[in-house]
Structure formats: C-alpha cells, structure tokens
C-alpha cells in the first residue's frame, strides 16, 4: 500500500492542506475501510478499480470516478472492487467553500460530481490531463491550474471562520468557542451561520473531530501509551467521555480501531498526516 502527501502551490496554500496519492495492488483482497470524520473536503480522481461506498451493511453505491466528498461527520465503510489508483486534493475545512457558491452542508457525508459543482466542459478536459499524465507531479500541476483558475473569480476566506479554525487546530480542539470570540453573541450567531455555510458543520462539531484526530495521532505513533494517558493529553475530561466521543465518530473503541484489519486505511493516513 503506497500513501504519499504532497505540498501545494503556494498562492493555494491557504485552503489547500495537501495533495495525496493512494495505491493498492488488486491482490491484496482488501477488506472494507472504514472512513473517520476529519472536518476537511476532498477532491477525487478514481484512476483504478471502482470503488464502493457502503450505506448500510450489505449495500452500496459505486462512486464517481471524478468528485468531491464533503465534509465527512460520520463515520462510512468504503471497499475497492480491484486495483487502487486513487488521485486527491484534500482543502482545508474552510477552503474548498471559496470555490463554489453552494453552501458546504449540502455537500456534507455524500459524493458530489464535478460536473455538477463546476462547467462540465473545464472538467472533462482535467479528467483527461489527470488520466493521460505521465507522473503524479504532472497531475498536481494539471489540477492546481485548474483551481487558481477559479480562485481568479473569487478570492474570499472569512477572517472570522479561519481565525476560528486556527484557533481549534492550534489548540486541538480544545479552544472554546466562548474563548474565541469573547463571549460576544452577536459574533457567535454570525459564526454559526458562516461555518454552516463554509464549513458544512458547527464550530463545536468540528472542534470535537479536530480533538479526536489529535487522539487518533497520539495512538497511532505510540501504541503502548494507555488510553487514561491519551485522554489526559488529548485534553478529554475522563477515559470515559474520551472513549464515548471514539464511538461516535469511529464506531468502535479505541483498542478495537488499533487492532481492526478494517481501520487499515485510516491508520495509514492518520499516522502520517
């Protein structure tokens, strides 16, 4: 399994996190991944084998070869029907909003065609540069072409949705929105509204995901760290509401996500992200 990030462009570099690959020989007879919330938007491009989504334990849906999946808040199984070849940019959970002028949650947890969101015609030709480039360098320049085209229109990151966001990832999480804005209503239904719009879930929704990634990462690069020690350091109030807050957005408890053959994927790219 070959996972690589990749740093974009630096006029993309504020909405754009990374760009990443993903590869799986056909062979290996991968089992279904589950998919964890992480607050961001992503980009695909499917250059292998389809690959389905499950929505409920025996059916799915084969997703679209060329898509955004927006902000996930749930967790979903995902399972390659063959070889994997996976192309993607993954923007920042305020980014991909400055791109389209559909509100965000009406993205949320669903695939949503390119053709749908941008000029159907501009995306059949950066399907065919993303499918016919020769390296994974050609198709970062390909997309990011395509994406400062569009920034060319419109070029706004609320100061009040991004400050809130670099306040909860510098923190983990842990920032108040209370702390943030200073207890200052006005500004906090202003918020609300912008980061249902931008973002596709609320300040404390999205605080809560950013904790538990931070959790995640703590567990993933120190697998004999107890779980009373991730707690503490990730800044939950007890193991207990550490280990509910797990279930919720993974499904499982902690020690099981370590061990499933099913959290394989997630555990590769949350280790490294």
């Given at each position: 399994m070959n996972y690589q990030t990749f740093l974009p462009h630096p006029d993309l570099a504020a909405i754009v996190k990374c760009h990443w690959i993903l590869e799986v020989p056909?062979?290996?007879?991968?089992?279904?991944?589950?998919?964890?919330?992480?607050?961001?938007?992503?980009?695909?491009?499917?250059?292998?084998?389809?690959?389905?989504?499950?929505?409920?334990?025996?059916?799915?849906?084969?997703?679209?070869?060329?898509?955004?999946?927006?902000?996930?808040t749930k967790p979903y199984y995902v399972q390659p029907t063959g070889e994997v070849d996976t192309f993607a940019?993954?923007?920042?959970?305020?980014g991909f909003a400055n791109l389209i002028s559909q509100p965000i949650h009406e993205l949320a947890d669903k695939e949503t065609p390119l053709t749908a969101l941008f000029e159907e015609s501009s995306i059949k030709k950066l399907e065919q540069?993303?499918?016919?480039?020769?390296?994974?360098?050609?198709?970062?320049?390909?997309?990011?072409?395509?994406?400062?085209?569009?920034?060319?229109?419109?070029?706004v990151i609320d100061n009040i949705v991004k400050s809130t966001i670099d306040a909860l990832s510098k923190t983990k999480g842990?920032?108040?929105?209370?702390?943030?804005?200073?207890?200052?209503p006005s500004k906090r239904r202003n918020l609300e509204r912008k980061f249902s719009k931008q973002v596709g879930m609320s300040p404390k929704q999205l605080g809560r995901i950013i904790r538990l990634q931070a959790a995640l990462k703590l567990m993933l690069n120190n697998k004999d760290k107890k779980l009373t020690e991730v707690a503490y350091e990730s800044e939950y109030y007890d193991q207990a509401h550490f280990i509910k807050d797990f279930k919720e957005f993974t499904g499982t408890n902690p020690r099981e996500f370590l061990s499933d053959d099913q959290m394989m994927l997630s555990s590769l790219i949350y280790a490294k992200d």
């Open positions: 056909g062979d290996l007879g991968a089992p279904k991944q589950q998919v964890v919330p992480d607050g961001y938007v992503e980009m695909y491009f499917i250059l292998g084998n389809d690959v389905q989504r499950f929505t409920s334990e025996t059916e799915f849906i084969i997703q679209p070869r060329t898509m955004v999946f927006g902000p996930v940019v993954r923007f920042y959970p305020y540069q993303i499918i016919k480039a020769a390296s994974t360098q050609a198709r970062i320049e390909a997309v990011e072409s395509f994406l400062l085209a569009k920034l060319k229109d419109q070029w842990n920032a108040s929105i209370h702390s943030i804005l200073k207890d200052d």
